[in-house]
């Protein structure tokens, strides 16, 4: 009877002990790499195609299928995994989104307008303020889950 006492006892005493488990605090950053990886790739992909864009048709299919795209990728992983990006990676993601803005805003206007110089366009403060707007509120809907 002693010994079954104990062995309660000694079961009630260690129990609090087993939930003392060390957690790794190492977070698995494969997903977030494989990410970053697919989306610089599809990005710079998309990049190229839209220089190609013969007309307005064309360019307005290849948006669309960047933005579908990516938003597939997206889903593809767990949430949150976009949070483990290093901050690296995270600044090469804006800038080729940024770069692809500037691309996809100046082929269409080569495309609806062929006289107007591209260097002028370049040097449009409007054109330039409407590129960061649209990637600001691109980065507001997404940190918003939208």
Known sequence: MRKIVRTIMMAVILSPLVGCKRENKEKDRTGADEMFSRITTLTS?????????SDSAEWASLCHEFEDS???????YPPDTDLLLTEGQNDTIQNMLQQYIMDRDIRIHEIMHPVVSVDSILSDSLVENAVTESVNQADASRSHGN
Do not use: C, G, T, V
């Open 70 to 76: 990516l938003d597939k990728i997206n889903f593809a």
């Open 45 to 53: 992909n998309y990049i190229s195609k839209l220089a190609a864009a």
